[in-house]
């Protein structure tokens, strides 16, 4: 159908929101013998079937009316007592149940974003939650990251030259780049935050994913530790559960809830209940939860020591990477001048995918940089994949 005539009258914030490119591109691997590492799925084999199956049959049999009702915006009581619980000196009443963190992001921009305010994002930074913010037109400020993430000098430089509304940022197994920030900048954040009295949104979606080692403090705990009440917390049970059941949380500072629970109640009124109440269920039986997060943690270790046997064998030796401990992501830097983009035309006609890394970058750089995920994928599936790949690339270095 013609768009033309409905172009006028669109609000003006869909300027910013726009169709893009990549996607289009990727429709196409959804054809037979396509490997694609573009989508950022959890892997599907490891969705606890049974035990959903099980619990949604209990939950309808003993609690069903209340599984169907309408029920209030805040969320499951539960479900937002367990959140609070696992959390340093939070109140469940600082905990709001989101249908998945993007939602989360959505609300965090309307209560906080207004048109032109300053936000401060890395770079590269989630794309979705680029797309979250850009309606309420803020003027990002990106800032660099290296090894280990985003770098405390550059986010006080931000801040003595203006204030920002808040700051988004990964420190875990970040999307798109696979980092994960150490405990001294993690700690340097959060006093920069306390000194320049700037909000840290955490976006902490990948937490549980790591291969070894132990967890590190997350900024909210830092914060807490300190007195709390600059860091708003998200989380989800997208990489542990299922993503399809659409069940995230917010925590942070009462006053900065209550805006979010009253900008929820007119985006949908609450989170599915049923939903709500089958993660309880589940993460509510603690061996039962930690046994399938272990689960996941081993299969994405061998995936992701799969991807990097098979780069280290079929990549141009000009391209260099960074090596995840957790999360579901690689994160590829091509020489200068490589358009990743162009790179993913020619490995669509390889029957291979990833996403082009410009997208990640407020800024519009990195066009030479891309992101693979492993989380989904077989071995047989990485190898021959990453061969596709390495194959285009080569194709695209000798041009
Ligand atoms: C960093 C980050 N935040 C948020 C989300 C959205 O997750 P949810 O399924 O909870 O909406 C994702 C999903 O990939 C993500 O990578």
């Known amino acids: 159908m013609e ?40 892997a599907a084999d490891l969705f606890p079937l049974e035990r959903i199956a099980e619990a949604t049959q209990h939950i309808l049999r003993d609690q069903g009316a209340q599984a169907l009702q309408y029920s209030t915006t805040e969320g499951y009581p539960p479900l937002r007592a367990w959140v609070a ?22 609300l965090i921009g309307k209560v906080l974003i207004d048109p032109g305010a300053r936000v401060l994002v890395e770079a590269p930074t989630y794309l979705g939650a680029l797309s979250a913010f850009n309606p309420y037109e803020p003027e990002y400020v990106s800032l660099p990251i290296d090894e280990e993430g985003l770098e405390p000098g550059a986010l006080e430089a931000a801040l003595q030259a ?64 300190l007195g709390g009440g600059n860091v708003i917390y998200l989380s989800t049970a997208s990489k542990t559960l299922a993503p399809g059941l659409r069940v995230a949380w917010v925590v942070g500072p009462g006053p900065v809830i209550q805006k ?24 509510k039986e603690e061996a039962w939860y930690q046994g399938q997060i272990q689960r996941i943690r081993t299969t994405y270790q061998a995936r992701c020591a799969w991807m990097l046997e098979a780069l280290q064998r079929h990549m141009p030796k000009e391209v260099g990477w960074h090596t995840p401990q957790g999360g579901m992501f690689f994160w590829l830097t091509a020489p200068e001048g490589l358009d990743s983009l162009e790179l993913l035309r020619r490995a669509v006609e390889e029957k291979t ?10 800024d519009g750089s ?17 190898e021959e994949g990453i061969k596709r790949l390495g194959r285009a690339m080569k194709r695209m270095l000798v041009v």
Do not use: C, W
């Open 260 to 283: 979010i629970t009253h900008a929820k109640q007119g985006a949908d009124l609450h989170s599915p209940t049923l939903n709500q109440m089958l993660v309880y269920e589940l993460v």
């Open 3 to 42: 768009t033309q005539p409905y172009e006028p009258r669109f609000a003006a914030r869909t300027q910013r929101i726009q169709a893009s490119t990549i996607r289009e591109i990727l429709k196409l691997t959804q054809s037979p013998g396509f490997i694609s590492f573009a989508g950022g799925l959890p």
């Open 85 to 106: 619980q696992r959390l340093p000196r939070t109140a469940p009443e600082q905990v709001q149940i989101v249908s998945g963190s993007q939602q989360g992001l959505d």
């Open 366 to 382: 990195g066009k030479n940089t891309l992101r693979l995920s492993y989380s989904s994928a077989s071995h047989e599936e990485i």
């Open 353 to 362: 995918a990833f996403v082009p890394g410009q997208p990640f970058f407020a």
């Open 162 to 225: 203006g204030a920002a509304r808040f700051l988004y940022v990964m420190p875990t197994f970040q999307n798109p780049s696979g980092r994960l920030m150490g405990l001294k900048r993690r700690q340097a954040l959060v006093e920069l935050a306390r000194k320049y009295r700037v909000l840290i949104v955490e976006d902490d979606a990948y937490a549980e994913l790591y291969f070894s080692g132990r967890p590190l403090p997350t900024l909210y705990a830092l914060d807490q530790e």
